[in-house]
């Protein structure tokens, strides 16, 4: 039979129509793939971090360890409250600070601070920390993050911009303090 | 009459739809499947068309927009009429939901129907369950209130934990660095369009399966299943001794699907909607998250778990669950099917229900976190304070202040987290209890730096007063005898 090695007319244009569709597929998932993974390519270029102000040295008693707020510098127009992020601000002396994130590193729920007995403990699964971030006991197996942090014309200035996870993170990796 | 009949026949005439539609209706079923084991799968579709139309009759208010979530909910609670009825409905529909897919499931386990020739309709089903999982957390996500902002916090950190993938993950997840305005969309997305569109999917190919390969016929203790003759021992069950499926087998269906809506409805009418709580103002950190109810035991085994089997645990054991439903067919897809020949499958029901159960009955009460004002909420009952000397008295004070109190219990007030202490110079002496405090240990933090020495010495001496009446504090034996020795020669 002669016809078996011969490709019909009509035949080949089906061939080649399902070509052109699988080029135009591959060529529009470029960009589908790009917008869907936008939100890691950014961060990738460090786009979401910056040095935000916290407040002056004044403000935070020596000694003490007190809750500051700020806004989170990357911003939607939508994004209502939740670009507001706390943080604590522990004064050890001078202008020697430790800046905690509030995500307890076990599981991300926001940690208390109990100046009475000098913990952090964290209502989700009972985490607690000592004053300087280290852990004291509970499911976390690290101290709390740490935001780099560093003092400007008087202002307490962290570098903020990413949740803190408790897995490897991309850009902040925060300082590990030693465990208890 | 005619006018009907003539309308029905020009639309039959270009759908052509009455024949197959009454070839569906009336196939012929098992006899003895016309049972009410068999009404769960049809219960199940009848709260997800529930759910599909509550639910788009709750996107007509709802807006998702992190900055609006919150107060489109308030408006539809209080202000749209019977808002908050559409919102309940939803809210108790996603857990009766959850909770007949588990029943339906646990049905099809015992009774085999996953054995051959159904293999794909399991698995199939198990992808549904995954999917009405995934409704379930998106949905409570939507709820954009404190809960479900830290809940997602909490889906981050678990997805952080995957190697070298995590960052990655936690990014897509969020939509961005935080969470924020685009987490809501994704979640909207996928809660709205990507999953619902894989359900409709994936419940009409199970269905059809259901209606191509009959329902399984009830299993007799005895009569195995070979893949050689099921097909004729199947046929013999149906086309000979079987009943159309409408109407023999169906009213038991209808009736059990009307209860399962009046019983959501009264829930709903009894119990109203799932708040929303606080709003999601990461500022406000006053707050205890907690998921919902079909999630609490995984809450529980979060905490509970030794902190370094956290991580395998949660990222190898779905998967492990996962493949293991998914393989349970080819594992066992012939013989038995009855439940009361398969101890074995009876007992791993038992065993997961009971521990689920008990994870999820500890995690209502939350005994490993410590209560957060007990130090200041709950005073130390005064039967503990007769006759105390003062030094004593300063150390309840000393021991409230410090909020001990937080995670030990007095007079059965108090955190969970550590023994209760209504006893503890019991079992504690002098020396160990002083340890204790200022060294911690055993899960207790290390009060050393936090605590004067005067301090020290007051809350030892208070602790040492709480023993039972009659019942002598411990004390170190030998401490008497070098005390002795030590006296008599100086």
Request: proline share 7%; hydrophobic share 45%.
């Amino acid at each position: 039979m002669l016809n078996e090695n011969k490709i019909s007319r009509r035949g080949l244009f089906m061939k080649l129509g399902i070509f052109f569709n699988g080029l135009v597929a591959t060529a529009l998932a470029v960009p589908v793939v790009r917008f869907l993974m936008s939100s890691i390519t950014r961060g990738r270029a460090g786009a979401y971090l910056s040095w935000v102000p916290l407040g002056r040295v004044g403000e935070f008693p020596e000694g003490e360890t007190r809750l500051a707020t700020f806004r989170n510098p990357y911003v939607m127009p939508t994004d209502g409250k939740t670009v507001d992020t706390a943080c604590w601000v522990r004064r050890v002396e001078g202008d020697q600070f430790q800046i905690f994130a509030v995500n307890c590193a076990h599981l991300g729920c926001p940690v208390r601070w109990f100046p009475q007995s000098g913990l952090f403990m964290c209502p989700c699964h009972g985490g607690a920390y000592y004053r300087d971030g280290s852990r004291a006991s509970g499911p976390p197996e690290r101290g709390l993050f740490e935001y780099p942090h560093k003092i400007e014309n008087g202002l307490v200035t962290i570098q903020a911009g990413e949740l803190f996870t408790p897995g490897p993170s991309a850009a902040l990796t925060g300082k590990n303090p030693p465990c208890a | 009459m005619r006018i009907i009949s003539q309308i029905g026949d020009w639309f039959d005439q270009r759908l052509q739809l009455a024949a197959p539609i009454r070839e569906v209706a009336e196939h012929p079923v098992p006899r003895n499947t016309a049972s009410w084991f068999y009404v769960f799968g049809s219960a199940a579709l009848t709260v997800f068309l529930l759910q599909l139309v509550t639910g788009i009759l709750l996107a007509l208010i709802y807006v998702p927009s992190a900055s609006e979530a919150w107060s489109s909910l308030q408006v539809l609670n209080h202000e749209v009429t019977l808002g908050w009825f559409i919102r309940a409905l939803h809210g108790w529909g996603s857990n009766f939901m959850v909770a007949i897919v588990l029943i339906h499931m646990v049905q099809v386990f015992l009774f085999g129907a996953y054995k051959f020739p159904r293999e794909l309709t399991w698995i199939v089903g198990v992808f549904l369950l995954l999917m009405t999982l995934g409704m379930a957390f998106s949905g409570q996500v939507l709820r954009f209130d404190q809960d479900a902002y830290w809940g997602v916090g909490i889906g981050a950190s678990i997805a952080s934990r995957v190697p070298i993938a995590g960052p990655v993950i936690v990014k897509l997840m969020l939509g961005g660095p935080i969470i924020a305005g685009a987490t809501l969309s994704r979640f909207f997305a996928l809660h709205v369009f990507v999953i619902p569109g894989m359900l409709i999917g994936f419940v009409c190919l199970h269905v059809l399966m259901v209606l191509k390969l009959g329902i399984n016929e009830w299993p007799m203790p005895g009569r195995l299943v070979k893949r050689a003759t099921y097909a004729s021992e199947y046929h013999e069950l149906t086309k000979k001794a079987g009943a159309p499926f409408v109407p023999y087998a169906i009213w038991k269906d209808l009736f059990f699907a009307a209860f399962i809506l009046l019983a959501v409805a009264a829930c709903a009418l009894y119990f109203g909607p799932f708040g929303p709580t606080g709003r999601p103002d990461p500022t406000i950190i006053q707050t205890v998250p907690k998921p919902d109810y079909f999630f609490l035991w995984l809450y529980a085994l979060l905490s509970l778990l030794p902190p370094s089997m956290e991580t395998p645990a949660l990222l190898i054991g779905p998967v492990l669950v996962i493949v293991g439903l998914l393989l349970l067919p080819f594992l066992s897809g012939e013989g038995e099917k009855s439940w009361r020949r398969r101890p074995i499958a009876v007992l791993t029901v038992l065993l997961i229900a009971i521990t689920l159960g008990t994870f999820t009955h500890l995690a209502g009460f939350t005994p490993w976190s410590p209560h957060m004002s007990a130090w200041s909420g709950d005073p130390v009952p005064e039967r503990f304070l007769h006759g105390a000397t003062a030094l004593q008295r300063q150390g309840a004070l000393v021991f409230q202040a410090k909020q001990c109190r937080n995670c030990h219990s007095l007079g059965e007030l108090g955190g969970q987290r550590g023994p209760a202490l209504d006893s503890v110079a019991v079992r504690l002496t002098q020396d160990q209890l002083i340890r204790q405090v200022i060294q911690g240990g055993g899960n207790m933090p290390a009060y050393g730096k936090n605590l004067s020495p005067a301090e020290t010495t007051a809350l030892v001496a208070f602790l040492e007063t709480l023993h039972p009446a009659g019942q002598a504090p411990a004390r170190d034996a030998s401490r008497d005898i070098v005390l002795r020795e030590s006296s008599a020669h100086p």
